[in-house]
């Protein structure tokens, strides 16, 4: 079945430093992927998307680019923030499959991300 | 445009109780999803709602229901709580129109304990 593998946390950097959240996944068809950002206390917040392979994502200094050759969505910032500590979900949703929507999401368990300053 | 929004933020209940949560979608929006949170299990899909009618479901157990109005707007059920539904519950809402172009937006959830 459909399914997303992201890397464990948690993970902690110093301000300014380049980031790197890996993402893997499996699907029977050609899924739309994205990444969801959640902060203290909050639901989830898009971050970006990518619809089709090779399509990148970017959105708040955050890229991702659709990877169809190695299954893979990684998200990378070049200059990270203490604003951005939060829990960083990938997630997929396999439109083309029967009975998928885009009310039906596949996440990963979260990379959890600490900025020091 | 107002948000998704999840009533109550924070809720308390015993044992074997049975709890109401709502969600009011982005004014539109005709599907509506439900998700449990929990630090065990992560993210996990509960059911979908789209023009009253349930159109996914997820592996949970019958004591979790749910339904849609016809203003859209969602409820879900869970009777006999258990302390393993202490979770966040949330909701998000998504248009539903040129599918592959949008995306599902989420509310801040509701936050269950059970005691």
């Known amino acids: 079945g459909d399914s997303v593998t992201q890397m464990e946390g948690p993970v902690t950097l110093s301000e300014e430093a380049f980031l790197t959240i890996n993402c893997t996944y499996t699907?029977?068809?050609?899924?739309?992927l994205f990444w969801y950002v959640q902060y203290p206390g909050e639901g989830l917040q898009l971050l970006l998307k990518a619809t089709k392979a090779d399509d990148k994502g970017s959105n708040k200094g955050f890229e991702a680019t659709y990877r169809k050759e190695t299954t893979s969505f990684h998200l990378e910032k070049g200059s990270v923030q203490v604003s951005d500590s939060a829990v960083y979900f990938c997630?997929?949703?396999?439109?083309?499959?029967?009975?998928?929507?885009?009310?039906?999401?596949?996440f990963g368990r979260g990379t959890q991300l600490t900025v020091w300053p | 445009k107002a948000g998704v929004t999840q009533t109550p933020r924070y809720l308390i209940k015993t044992r074997g109780q049975q709890v109401t949560l709502s969600c009011s979608p982005i004014s539109g929006h005709r599907s509506v999803s439900w998700y449990q949170q929990t630090p065990g299990q992560g993210l996990q899909f509960l059911f979908e709602y789209f023009s009253e009618t349930q159109r996914n479901k997820g592996n949970f157990p019958g004591r979790f229901s749910g339904r849609q109005f016809s203003n859209s707007r969602s409820e879900m059920n869970v009777s006999t709580l258990e302390l393993g539904d202490s979770a966040l519950y949330l909701c998000a809402s998504s248009p539903d129109g040129d599918r592959v172009r949008t995306e599902a937006f989420f509310g801040q959830g509701t936050r269950l304990t059970v005691v």
């Open positions: 699907a029977t068809g050609y899924p739309s």
């Open positions: 997630a997929l949703s396999d439109l083309l499959k029967r009975g998928s929507t885009l009310g039906r999401l596949y």
